[in-house]
């Protein structure tokens, strides 16, 4: 009996050390639908496709998430070169409060740290995580080898409605009469238990299992490759450059800037060094 406890007692803590030792590396693919209104009858088809092709190849990106049972990080897998001109000097510009250049998380301590580049400066945004109010349900589906289950969670997020018209030949403006509106809105993600770590791409975490694919809005993510315990052993490493920030306070510099370079490149004034567009990734 004492020989059989003993060898009980091993097997459980070799299951104990596997789990705590738990890793892997998964691919996301991200895309968006787009929902910018521009004035064709003013824009030659030239110039409109090199804008639709420039937006796609901002919203559709690759990442990768490293993870273990504690902590993981989120990062693009080949970081996109900054906007170029469209056409007649003009330029966008992407801003979002919510994506991240690298995205550290440690659920055990509930916290993260997200390094991101915005008007030339990169900020270090340090705060403590959101609790998730995953409303979890009894539908499956397989993706790939794994079977996953749905849950569900509600946010309220800012939509900005908007136009882009053009001015003569080449100058773009956006609307003045932008709107902006606060709606609730469904996020659906497929998690597997079969992967026990409560982590996901993105921003999306805690759930019983990693989170393989989201819909959130016009916002779809869906994992394309899973490898568990690689033979190298996977680094997560948190981001350290950067000008230390809270979120909120990120969020508040970014308006800042953003009504900046509205004033700037207001449609009264002279556009001697051509119009921007500004593109608002809400939500």
């Known amino acids: 009996m004492k020989q059989l406890l003993v060898v009980l007692l091993v097997f459980l803590f070799s299951n104990s050390f596997v789990a705590q030792d738990f890793q892997g590396i998964a691919t996301y693919k991200t895309k968006r639908k787009l929902d910018v209104k521009l004035d064709s009858t003013q824009m030659n088809s030239e110039m409109h496709e090199r804008m639709i092709a420039m937006l796609k190849k901002q919203f559709e990106k ?3 998430l490293k993870f273990n049972k504690e ?3 989120y990062k693009e897998d080949e970081k996109l070169e900054s906007p170029q001109a469209v056409a007649g000097g003009m330029q966008m510009i992407f801003v979002s409060t919510d994506g991240s250049d690298i995205l550290y998380r440690n659920t055990k301590e509930n916290r993260f740290t ?6 030339g400066k990169i900020f270090l945004i340090k ?10 349900g009894n539908e499956t ?4 080898d794994y079977t996953c ?3 569900t969670k509600k946010r309220m997020v800012e939509v900005v ?11 773009l403006e956006a609307d003045e009469d932008e709107e902006s509106k606060m709606e609730e809105r469904t996020i659906t993600a497929w998690y597997t238990p079969q992967i026990p770590v409560n982590s996901g791409p993105s921003r999306y975490y805690g759930l019983p299992g990693l989170i393989l694919e989201v819909h959130d809005g016009q916002e779809t993510i869906v994992c394309s490759k899973i490898v568990l315990n690689p033979k190298n052993k996977v680094t997560i490493n948190e981001p350290t450059k950067g000008k230390v920030i809270t979120q909120k306070k990120f969020e508040e510099v970014v308006q800042k800037r953003m009504e900046e370079e509205r004033e700037r490149y207001n449609p009264d004034r002279d556009h001697g060094d051509g119009e921007r567009i500004e593109i608002r990734i809400g939500g």
């Open 114 to 119: 997200s390094q991101n580049e915005a008007f």
């Open 161 to 171: 409605e908007s136009n882009i018209s053009v001015n003569g030949d080449k100058d």
């Open 141 to 144: 589906k397989n993706i790939g």
């Open 127 to 136: 705060d403590t995580l959101e609790k998730d109010n995953w409303v979890l």
């Open 62 to 64: 690759t990442h990768i």
């Open 149 to 151: 289950y749905k849950a």
């Open 71 to 73: 902590a993981s990080v």
